[in-house]
């Protein structure tokens, strides 16, 4: 099963993408998923959301 993937905004504005689960924020490609502007962490968000994309540190499975 897939993580509840979220968006949170930070202290200076931006947005980052984590999992709800372990409240770690996603990396992608060695990157994490934080700095975002809104309209980039809603992409994210979709296409994690709809296993186009899969995060660096999700846990494997069986």
């Known amino acids: 099963m897939a ?8 202290e200076d504005g931006l947005w980052e993408v984590y999992d709800e689960d372990s ?8 990157l ?9 962490a809603n992409d994210a ?6 296993g186009e994309v899969s995060p660096d540190n999700s846990p494997e499975m069986p």
């Open 32 to 40: 994490p998923l934080s700095g975002l502007d809104e309209d980039e």
């Open 3 to 10: 993580g509840a993937f979220e968006k949170r905004q930070t």
């Open 45 to 50: 968000l979709r296409k994690l959301r709809a």
């Open 23 to 30: 409240d770690e924020v996603i990396v992608m490609d060695g």
